[in-house]
């Protein structure tokens, strides 16, 4: 599977900030914990702090499609219906994914502008999230065939 | 693993109501599928359209403590603070799953009142949620080891 | 016909309580002008104050369903969005009633969950309600032969 | 009995407009089917897109009193509290009645600004609903003899 | 002064309606009272149940001015924004009356989108109420000699 | 009769303060004007900016009553409960009377907690909502005998 | 193209009322305007204070139909839903114009009931806005052929 | 007296969890310090995580009556309005009783559906919420003698 | 014990107001009540309606502390930042007492601001309401020991 | 006329996403269109998909002014008081258009951040809302001179 | 200069509660602290618990004017409409300043009543606020000369 | 000291727009301005339109620490929880300054979703909100050493 992993705002600054709340893994403890785990797979990796580099990128799907996303917006969640729009004109899947459990945290961050036109929403394992976000994406592909 | 599986009102109808939208597995299915993919882990499935029934199951899980629940709430996710309670006062990881993405539906299922004391969220893949949910609890088990 | 009769929390007091507002009628005078104004038609009744138990009700309709259903949710109108699923799945009429006209007393009583689900809501008429009830199945169920 | 059938701004389409939602048949089939089902009584029917006509019909019951009146407010439902006030003040029972089921419907359908002052509800039963509307007048009556 | 007294919708029924909140006295009873009190003075009064009607008589101020007006809206005082946009563009004063003390009952009757645009306001006297409106008139007038 | 004549905080400052929109009078120049124009009646004046001041004197008319308050409670007006409950438990009527028309300014200057317990409210018209105030009085006391 | 061109409350007053916000155009130099720069098409002009007589006067449409309607409901906009169920009752455009941009006056200005049944909105060009409407029916029916 | 102490959902978990919040006496605790403390008085103690046993019991105190019930609702406070509607028909006292403050926890504790039609409420001081309750009752039941 | 008994505004009014609702009990009445019930514990008695003294009587715990407040705060309860400012910073329980249910009055009372900063809440019993509360503070106590 | 055709992010993908609501034509089709139908003016076109980008652009035009700027904020509509803030301070009108009937669609798109600080809003005209943007620019300007 | 240093409610008990906050530092310790700084200045130190004193003190200073006030309002910040009204009619500058950062606290804490009618607000630097304070009247004055 | 002095979007144009309300000065006379008066610190200066030039340099800092940051976010501070998210996992202070006061001003200028996580917000002293920000900074440094 073709898959894109995209993350957003401050996602740059993991296993940096708040060890505590985020541990220590870094985004590329996590780009070679992926690689690692799915061998098969064909992996893209963007994070970005910009909401239109973000934008352009989900753009560009529509011509050269992936299999599909698992997208951490980061705190782009709670408000950036242009990101919402990239993804709701996309026929693939986007599977969003959070960090920590954005229920149990302040309380703007339970809104998500962007859940509604993604395909489900995982919130709360850490790291785990995006794989299970790829999980969901295999099992979300195999039961189409 | 120990791992209760429990799922709230009107979840015994799956299979028999609104295939378009829920599918044609039944509940049965699902015991049936979690079985056969892990076959090493000890599953207790409940099914109960009353909440009395749910809260005291996880109460009893005070004194007879599995290593996990994957718990689907059913509309009971939108106003039963009891269950809230009953699962706030766990030692143990609970996993809040959704057969749709109840962020693309109507606005009052958008509202968890159990998610902030939920280990974290799955929503939108169907019966892959389950799954989802096990491998959440096993992932999340393996990383405090 | 077939009809079923479903009155949920409390409603079992009727004709014990507040006889000024809900008058000196009981659940059995109901049952018994119900099957007196109609004898060709077979009705079945139900009370419970148990959520479950409503729910269990409307869920077996689903494999052995009556003509229609007439039911007063009582105070679970204003929360119990699990009784609206039940009412959701199914392909038979549901109609709502309340003795009381809900729209003229606390501002909660307002706000049914349910009606969104059923096939109307008829409220304010005491007793007469119910036959109300049973006339709109009439109705609906002629007017689509 | 004396009954007025009082209806609202754009009834007057009914049968032109939507078949799909509103039926086929226009207001006058309606009357022609009240008169044939209750020949006995004395129907009075009155059709007004005038927020003031109506008004100044339901001040006239002041004076030259009907038994009852069945009302479908249409649109005014959600905002005239002239008419509000005009059914406030009338000794006789107003019935309120709708087509359409206003609570499955556009959010701002579901509140009815008129129904608090009426002695009740009916809605969702296309036609059928002004016939219901014309029962309930009759038990009401007969169960104040 | 000639002086504008202008009644809204079911302002037609006082005295004849829930004299215990109104009061006996009807809309002509009220006329004779101002005349005779005002002598020097010249009213019209015009009562209407049609908004329609209320705005073009305002509409006809702007080209054969009065030195005041006395405005009970009725309900209309609570949704009509074509009432208000009709005042706002008057130069002479309109003081907005109420019967009834409009704070000490419905919560939709404490607000008027009609007084930000008129001089003041007065409620809460009965029919002293377009008195002290007369009086609040000849103050402000007399004021600005 | 025997009136108060209540006022609030900053009221003191009248004529000092903000002359476009409060007029260069000052409270003595409305005390002197009270008199003279009502030489028969028995007037007290206080003004405080102190709500536990204002609330001793309503709490000293269940002792000494007088015939009527005239009240401009200033800012109080929008928060001060325990105005509203010192007011509330007399039995004579209490204006409440603003000079500006709190309808027209800031949206928090738009609701009274006050006026509910009021006979009424008159606002608007500068210091002469003051003589309207014991107009209404005068009025509201006749109207009773 | 046959076009109706259907005005609100007040607008009958253009060009007399707060000419430094509507100019000093009266609706007639409207109509003059229109008719010379498109003299090839058949303008219908009605303006009315009355909501009963604009609801019905969109209703003939149902039976004699124009190509479109540029319709400025006034103060209507913000709560008419009787007009809004006339015009979603019709198969030809309407769009709703307005003198001013209503998304910079008053906030209850900013929220049109109606627009939403509506082709399309023009706010904020003055007389130009009609044009625009007009312009607009024109490149929607082109587009359409 | 003849006292009903009842408990609703997750109390049986008493002592056995969160001990920090709730102490480590259990329920029974409770039982025998209430049957020690009042020895003269007849208790009868109900607990159950079942919305409609607590319906059910409240019920029969319509046939069966006690002299008072001490009711901890635990999180139903905060939506059973069935309980409310159990509750508000008894003519015995019913008073609400809390262990933690619930005024000081998170927002949704702070509402009580059922506190308006009980005699009263009291919350914050742990096991002795009950006892103070029984005070209440007995205080308010000598006072009626 | 030394306790504090602080009331607030109005409540100097006791027993000469509404005697229907609050009795005919005055202040005096219950502090002798107190004095008696209690002859070995140390009373204090503060009444104020002036929100100040009542902060600066706080205040002076910090340096004179007593063992505990009972305290009720009337009108005061619903907006006085300040009070609870005051609580807030003191290490002795406070407990916060009402004569009536607030929670089944205007809905404007079921919100105390100072509540949350207390030990707990009893509203509702009357004069018994500061017995329950002393009662609440002595058992509070003894458990610490 | 020197007019600047801006727009916000994902209008790149015109003619590429959901046909069925935007159309077939993209970007281009649109530049090509006024060129052709305008050709005596001169335009500048740019889309960008990133805020900064537009800001930058909008400040611009403080020192190298155009005529005029039509502008499709996209969903910055919904969220961008920074695009809001460099119109605000611009002295050239810009006229913000929408492809679709932004009232017409999810409720969030009914708000417009933007909409205050421009000339004026077309919304629901397809490619057409661009060219009377372009009208209105004309119009507006040609009435200035 | 002649500075203002005005303190609200429960200032005084800086230094003697929760220093984990508030810090050790006593008022007097400020008092000497500006003097100590600013030898040239001239200032007025006031605190008090009362609301009326506060206000009485912003009166005077329209008489005896200052070269501005230094203004922290406690918890009068949230709801005292009345200080607002003292110090929107003064011609000096007020700066609103708070010890701990507002924003970062319970959330009423983040609404200001008074900030909209100062020059400006300072919050979270503890005493150091009221140094930034002087030093924003000092800087505001010079560019002013 | 190291200082970051950080501006966000439309800064850019100071001096350039609205000099009424933001002054003549530009963001050079800004940075010349501090650099002068504080010749022993060190600054750096960067304004950007674009959130994600602004985030990645609050990154920066995780790695590269200044000694405290004064922060104008421009409109970002009303929504830009990324932003915030930035602010919240430095371990410098990070001052939040506004030129005008931002509760003065339109009200969703009173909401900034990123002063919860700066040390203290300043706002209202146009160009000298900057200089009290240094201040701040070296006041908080200095206390702490």
Redesign the interface.
Known sequence: MKILILN???L??LG???PGVYGTQTLDDLERLLVKKYPADNFEFLQ??????L??RL?AL??APADGVVFNP???T?????L???IS?LDIPVVEVHLS?I??RES?RK???I????????????M??Y??GV??LK??TN?KR
Do not use: W
């Open positions: 957003g705002p401050n740059n600054t940096k900030r708040e970005s702090n910009d909401e239109g580099v934008i352009s753009n529509l011509e980061g705190a782009f709670h408000y950036s219906y242009a919402r729009d990239a004109m459990n229920h149990a703007f809104t998500s502008v859940a509604a036109v993604c395909a489900g929403q995982i919130s709360g394992f850490g785990h999230s794989i299970l999980e969901a099992l979300h039961s």
